[in-house]
């Protein structure tokens, strides 16, 4: 198990008990909006004018909860900085291999370079969605909880 001062912590709320698991809500906000010149800033404005977004998702229960009670739950900082390359790094690395190629290929032309770039962008989020998927089903790559909140 991974240390607790190396993990990502989150306050979610718990929606309904299953068994073992417990399925919870976190909402998402935006950085945007929190530091001293919020007020006059035009990316806070645009950041409060979207609603937050829920994510809905299953944690394996450490201690007994009831719905309706907050929870602590973790996520291994390690993991999460891989799963950020894979879905950020990986497309980059591909569009760039795409206009590599395509020119090697094609020869020099802003067209050419254009096709290739989009080719390996979507062959790179193709390559991410599958690596996320296969992530996800990895244990030591789901939130866990850590301890009921206060």
């Known amino acids: 198990m991974t240390d ?17 698991y417990a399925w919870v809500e976190c909402i998402s906000r935006s950085a945007c909006g ?11 404005a645009v950041a409060k004018a979207f609603s937050p ?20 739950i973790g996520l291994p900082a390690q993991n999460l900085v891989r ?13 760039m291999m795409g206009v590599m190629v395509a020119v090697y290929m094609f020869g020099h032309s802003d067209n050419v370079a254009l096709a290739g770039c989009v080719a ?6 193709f390559m991410a ?3 996320a998927k296969r992530l996800s089903l990895r244990r030591d790559y789901q939130p866990v909880m850590l301890s009921l909140s206060r």
């Open 83 to 95: 799963s950020a390359m894979l879905i950020y790094l990986l497309p980059l690395l591909t569009m």
């Open 34 to 44: 929190q530091c001293h010149v919020a007020d006059n800033c035009g990316n806070s």
């Open 4 to 20: 607790l001062t190396d993990m990502v912590t989150e306050t979610a709320l718990v929606m309904d008990v299953d068994g073992d």
């Open 129 to 131: 969605r599958i690596g």
């Open 53 to 72: 977004k829920t994510h809905r998702f299953q944690v394996r229960l450490t201690h007994p909860v009831l719905p309706g009670q907050r929870i602590e």
């Open 120 to 125: 390996g962008a979507l062959v790179g989020f």
